[in-house]
């Protein structure tokens, strides 16, 4: 019997559709699912007739395929992923090849790195990006790894990638864990994206009344402009879908509490560790978690009162002046993403390309956009650029819509609606564009009440200086808190 080219387990439906699109590119594929029902209904439907094997063990899958073997795991993320490890690890030889393509912690990878490699077994840690209809018609992948471990499944991986220019949307990354931390900046950069797309929503509907079908016709036009992208492109779609049952449009009778499965929190969380402001990144976090409190926020409604203020003119007067506000905002969530890559590639000793990362994000994925060819370009120009804001391409278009931008943020202040993460990104503007920054005090302060002495502008850096505030100044007691 001939063996097979690759084998996946899990499958949701997530799974089954990177299995029909490497059957579709000419690969044959063994599958295996825990629920025997699902594999059985999956061989019977959408696989009959196709070059996918059934298989009904772990051991059935491994030996249904050539060597070196390639396994490909689609499981949730965490203990599953390790379960299922465990599972294969008796059954292969040194060589073959397991690939995680869940939403895995970068550092669950890293470990399970290690631990493969002592045992002589490859390992990629896979981002997949693009949903249910990207895995099955072109996703982007982003591996990480043994460079040999790539190679082996790289044909298949630039066969089922989706295409821009000619070009698959998926390149080798890096080692160990590289590959799932880009995929968790990529989904940190989403979470900013999809709050700034919400906040700009809520003040054309909110703040002025626009309706779902002039909400429509807005996102719709700037989808055709420097704002084209997936997500502006199914926002405007989704404005226009009513329900079959009652006729409304579903978009209202959606409940105003957004779930999360945790990689935002994620790329914060690292973003803290390694020091980089993820300001626009974070604030969405917080606004899911803050719109999660559904029922304490009806109750604080009613005891809370805000402005009542509402704003001159129509909404179309604003139209261009939110699109400013829009496009720069978004260019911020990127260019805090882009930063904590460069962070994490020195951290970790990644070696990111990030031209290559910005050139696989320009199909497939959730994140893709038409300025991700203008990031590509802006990298390829300058490797080192320290921030996209220093680009010149990203530095005139910020700088030419801040006008816009801050009269966006001053409406929507006068008519109590919160914009976090619109408001976040303008913030970082001003602070990464500031010489001089308050922290002064804020080492005054320490050194005041801690000891923690500070720098001088007068002298080199590098070199620590603590006053004795308490005898200078008054006879307050300093004490040694750490902040």
């Known amino acids: 019997?001939?063996?097979?080219?690759?084998?996946?387990?899990?499958?949701?439906?997530?799974?089954?559709?990177?299995?029909?699109?490497?059957?579709?590119n000419g690969f044959s594929v063994s599958v295996y699912n825990r629920t025997s029902s699902k594999t059985k209904n999956f061989i019977e439907g959408p696989a009959a007739g196709k070059q996918i094997t059934a298989t009904y063990s772990p051991e059935a899958l491994v030996a249904s395929l050539k060597r070196p073997r390639k396994i490909m795991i689609m499981v949730k993320a965490g203990w599953p992923v390790d379960a299922v490890i465990q599972e294969l690890v008796p059954l292969l030889e040194p060589g073959d090849l397991i690939i995680d393509g869940g939403n895995s912690f970068f550092m669950d990878t890293e470990r399970r790195s290690k631990e493969l490699e002592e045992k002589g077994l490859l390992f990629l840690g896979t981002g997949v990006s693009g949903g249910e209809e990207g895995a099955l018609w072109g996703p982007s992948l982003m591996p990480g790894g043994q460079k040999e471990a790539y190679e082996l499944v790289r044909p298949i991986f630039e066969a089922i990638a989706a295409k821009v220019d000619g070009e698959p949307c998926v390149t080798y990354l890096g080692p160990r864990g590289a590959g799932h931390y880009v995929k968790m900046v990529h989904n940190g950069i989403e979470y900013g994206d999809i709050q700034l797309i919400a906040e700009t929503y809520d003040i054309l509907h909110r703040?002025?009344?626009?309706?779902?079908?002039?909400?429509?016709?807005?996102?719709?036009?700037?989808?055709?402009?420097?704002?084209?992208?997936?997500?502006?492109?199914?926002?405007?779609?989704?404005?226009?879908?009513?329900?079959?049952?009652?006729?409304?449009?579903i978009i209202d009778l959606i409940l105003d509490a957004a779930g999360q499965k945790g990689t935002g929190?994620?790329?914060?969380?690292?973003?803290?560790?390694l020091g980089?402001?993820?300001?626009t990144i974070t604030e969405a976090v917080f606004a899911r978690a803050l719109s999660a409190h559904k029922e304490e926020r009806v109750a604080a409604s009613k005891a809370l009162t805000g402005p009542e203020a509402r704003p001159s003119g129509d909404a179309e007067t604003w139209v261009a002046a939110l699109e400013d506000a829009l496009y720069a905002s978004k260019v911020i969530s990127y260019a805090q993403g882009f930063s904590l890559l460069r962070a994490a590639s020195e951290e970790y000793d990644y070696n990111l390309d990030y031209g290559e990362i910005a050139?696989?994000?320009r199909g497939g994925c959730i994140i893709r956009a038409v300025f991700l060819n203008d990031i590509t370009a802006a990298f390829k120009e300058q490797p080192d650029l320290p921030n996209l804001l220093l680009a010149p391409f990203f530095r005139d278009a910020v700088v030419s819509r801040q006008e816009n931008w801050r009269n966006v943020l001053k409406q929507a202040i006068t008519m109590g609606i919160p914009t976090p993460a619109m408001s976040a990104s303008l913030a970082y503007f001003d602070g990464y564009r500031s010489e001089r920054l308050p922290a002064n005090l804020i080492q005054a302060l320490r050194d005041y009440f801690g000891a923690h002495t500070y720098e001088r502008v007068d002298k080199p850096r590098g070199q620590f200086f603590h006053t004795e505030w308490v005898h200078s100044v008054t006879d307050i007691t300093a004490g040694t808190y750490n902040a």
């Open 207 to 249: 703040g002025y009344g626009m309706t779902n079908d002039e909400l429509h016709e807005v996102f719709a036009r700037w989808n055709k402009g420097p704002l084209e992208s997936y997500l502006i492109e199914i926002a405007a779609d989704i404005f226009k879908h009513k329900d079959e049952e009652t006729g409304q449009y």
């Open 276 to 279: 980089i402001p993820t300001t």
């Open 1 to 24: 019997m001939a063996k097979n080219d690759i084998g996946l387990i899990g499958l949701a439906v997530m799974g089954q559709n990177l299995v029909l699109n490497m059957e579709r």
């Open 265 to 273: 929190k994620w790329t914060s969380q690292n973003a803290l560790d």
């Open 359 to 361: 050139r696989i994000w």
